[in-house]
């Protein structure tokens, strides 16, 4: 009889501290380089969508696991492309961005390669040869 557990490996528990922690700079930064009240609402709306996807991970839904690697990889592309510009009105913000997005590129592409990984973001199958009758 096999079990089927899901256990991270330490690499996978780092990658989503990472993500958790610029997760909430990346809050902070929002709230001080808000230029008017009407982008307050959604603000907290998409904060909220990333910390469903974050506390789910955690809670290995595959469900979140694969829509978090899909967000961490298009919001990579997307901050990644306006860093250039970004990079000539505030260099430090641009420099705090680019952190996020290795964070969020890493963190994409590994999850991705787990999907198509028969152990599933950290899924280890454990033989249950001794089960008590």
């Given at each position: 009889?096999?079990s089927?557990k899901t256990?991270f490996?330490?690499?996978?528990?780092?990658?989503?501290?990472?993500?958790?922690?610029?997760?909430?700079?990346e809050?902070?930064?929002?709230?001080?380089?808000?230029?008017?009240e009407?982008?307050?609402a959604?603000?907290?709306?998409?904060?909220?969508?990333?910390l469903?996807?974050?506390?789910?991970?955690?809670?290995?839904y595959?469900?979140a696991?694969?829509?978090?690697a899909?967000?961490?990889g298009?919001?990579?592309?997307?901050?990644?492309f306006?860093l250039?510009c970004?990079?000539?009105?505030?260099?430090?913000?641009a420099?705090?961005l680019?952190?996020?997005?290795?964070i969020?590129a890493?963190?994409?592409?590994?999850?991705?390669?787990?999907?198509?990984?028969?152990?599933?973001?950290g899924?280890?199958s454990?033989?249950?040869?001794?089960?008590?009758?």
């Amino acid at each position: 009889m096999k079990s089927t557990k899901t256990v991270f490996r330490i690499y996978e528990i780092w990658l989503l501290i990472a993500l958790t922690l610029f997760f909430c700079v990346e809050s902070l930064l929002d709230t001080i380089y808000m230029q008017n009240e009407s982008e307050l609402a959604p603000m907290i709306v998409a904060r909220a969508i990333w910390l469903a996807l974050i506390i789910g991970a955690f809670s290995r839904y595959v469900v979140a696991i694969r829509i978090l690697a899909f967000a961490c990889g298009i919001s990579a592309i997307t901050v990644g492309f306006s860093l250039p510009c970004l990079a000539t009105i505030s260099p430090v913000l641009a420099g705090v961005l680019c952190v996020g997005v290795v964070i969020k590129a890493s963190t994409g592409i590994y999850m991705l390669h787990q999907i198509s990984n028969p152990d599933s973001f950290g899924a280890q199958s454990l033989d249950a040869h001794i089960t008590p009758h």
